[in-house]
């Protein structure tokens, strides 16, 4: 069984610029979420993915889109990138979007984006 | 809304001694809380949730709904307890758990 990975590790963009970055779930996992996590600050949810649909979103623009893949692979796309888009963002994958209380959500290693 | 609030960013306590990371939220519906800890250059990882009423690594926390705290306890910390402790809630509308995190408290065990 292998975890939850992310690529890239780390990404420079300058502002004005688009980003897409990308999530492998866990295996046997249906669901992504992805959070945005400033410095010093806890993750804050932007989006979550069930069986490639939109489950939820958090207070996050429009510019900020995402995708679901049949293989419950994700991505997260951020369009004209502004300065404090810069942070660290997690994807989380869990066994199912909309069934209990308890869906253990497990992160991956997140991607680190600078915008200049 | 949903909010999670850990009043200390940073905690020191010595090696054996006992530690309490507080946690306080606020949330209309029936809440699900959660404590997810972060080791030095590892990825965030689930400790304990509520539902579960179990120890793990020695930490408890309880649900108090009349104070609306989930404070996680340990009696007696070690060191490999430093870590980032984030407190978070569960909840949504709809069929969306989206998770509502904490801003997190940086405990630190000394020798």
């Known amino acids: 069984e292998t975890g939850v990975t992310q690529s890239p590790t780390h990404l420079i963009k300058t502002r004005g610029q688009q980003v897409t970055l990308r999530c492998s779930s866990q295996?046997?996992?249906?669901?992504v979420s992805w959070y945005q996590q400033a410095l010093g600050q806890g993750p804050q949810f932007i989006f979550q993915?069930?069986?490639?649909?939109?489950?939820g979103r958090g207070n996050f623009p429009p510019r900020f889109s995402g995708l679901q893949f049949p293989n419950y692979s994700s991505e997260l796309n951020v369009n004209a990138l502004e300065l404090d888009d810069s942070a660290l963002y997690l994807c989380?994958?869990?066994?199912?979007?909309?069934?209990?209380?308890?869906?253990?959500?497990?992160f991956g290693p997140g991607t680190r984006l600078t915008v200049l | 809304a949903q909010r999670v609030t850990q009043p200390e960013k940073l905690l020191s306590v010595f090696k054996g001694a006992p530690v309490e990371l507080k946690c306080n939220y606020s949330?209309?519906?029936?809440?699900?809380l959660f404590w997810y800890v972060q080791y030095s250059r590892q990825r965030l990882q689930l400790l304990l949730r509520?539902?579960s009423r179990e120890s793990i690594k020695g930490f408890t926390a309880d649900l108090n709904k009349g104070e609306t705290s989930f404070h996680l306890k340990k009696p007696f910390a070690q060191e490999e307890d430093s870590a980032m402790y984030y407190c978070?809630?569960?909840?949504?509308?709809?069929?969306?758990?989206?998770?509502?995190f904490g801003s997190g408290t940086q405990l630190t065990v000394l020798p």
């Open positions: 989380a994958s869990s066994s199912s979007g909309r069934a209990s209380h308890s869906d253990t959500q497990y």
């Open positions: 295996s046997g996992h249906n669901t």
């Open positions: 993915y069930y069986r490639e649909e939109e489950n």
């Open positions: 949330y209309s519906g029936s809440p699900e």
């Open positions: 509520h539902i």
């Open positions: 978070a809630l569960s909840a949504g509308s709809g069929s969306a758990r989206q998770l509502t």
